[in-house]
């Protein structure tokens, strides 16, 4: 079975974003970029999957800039088999990248797509679902574990008060959640194999995708600023201050 592997190109969690001066969005020039954290869980799972002799190919995608390529080299030295970029310098928003792996999946007919719950740069989390709807496909969001098991894939969700367990017919789809597994560290002998592997390059007029943005952003704002803390000396003025003047307890 082949699966694909959405990842994204987003900047890295530990940048602290700053917004830009005119409120359009936040500032990515020179900031460090990195795979979409939800995205590595998934081709962490699709390659523990294919070690467990339940998948023979896994292919990653990503759709945008060109250096997205640098994304998909990373998801190859995970363990993706090769990799198809979407290029474009256009802004992509879920639906256009819905329909984009939807046109991709006609190519290439997986028996499963894994994205990431969500991106943590629009923080989103339509895109999975969008590509369900498209692809007319059964969906399992947020999982926690996935299994297949006699050519189903069963899906464990960490739903309000426990876990959903989740039998879908194959092809599905399912998005990743944060404790679905802990993502390998890429070594450098795997950097130096994912080279040399295969990268094929799409437009989106080459699969047919009109990709104009269908939502515009009016502005873009950081966060209220917080007051300081203070300190107290002792319990017994932290409670009275939360007594009379938080007026909390
Ligand atoms: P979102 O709906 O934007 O929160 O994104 C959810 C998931 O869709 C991500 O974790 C990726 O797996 C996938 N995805 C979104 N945008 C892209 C993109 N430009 N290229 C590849 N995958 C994407």
Not at 42 to 59: D, F, T
Not at 197 to 213: C, I, M, S, Y
């Amino acid at each position: 079975m082949k699966v694909l592997v959405p990842v994204k190109r987003v900047v890295d969690y530990n940048v602290k974003v700053r917004v830009k001066s005119d409120k359009t969005g936040v500032d990515i020039a020179n900031v460090k970029m990195s795979m979409n954290p939800f995205d590595e869980i998934a081709v962490e799972e699709a390659v523990r999957l294919k070690e467990k002799g339940a998948v023979s190919e896994i292919v990653a995608v990503s759709c945008g800039v060109a250096q997205c390529q640098e994304t998909l080299r990373t998801a190859m030295a995970i363990g993706a088999d090769r990799a198809i970029l979407v290029e474009t310098s256009e802004e992509l928003q879920p639906l256009a990248v819905a329909k984009l792996l939807k046109a991709l999946m006609d190519k290439e007919q997986p028996g499963l797509v894994i994205l990431g719950k969500q991106a943590i740069d629009d923080d989103c989390n339509q895109t999975g679902q969008m590509l369900a709807a498209l692809a007319d496909l059964p969906q399992a969001t947020f999982a926690s574990k996935v299994e297949i098991i006699e050519g189903a894939a069963h899906v464990t969700r960490e739903v309000d008060g426990g876990l959903e367990t989740l039998a879908l017919t194959l092809p599905a789809i399912i998005t990743t959640d944060l404790r679905l597994n802990e993502p390998r560290y890429v070594t450098l002998p795997n950097i130096m194999k994912a080279k040399k592997k295969q990268l094929d390059t799409f437009k989106p007029e080459d699969l047919g995708v009109n990709v104009a943005p269908r939502i515009k952003t009016l502005s873009v704002s950081e966060p209220p600023q917080r007051s300081a803390g203070i300190k107290v000396p002792d319990v017994a003025t932290l409670v009275a201050k939360l007594k009379n003047e938080a007026k909390v307890i």
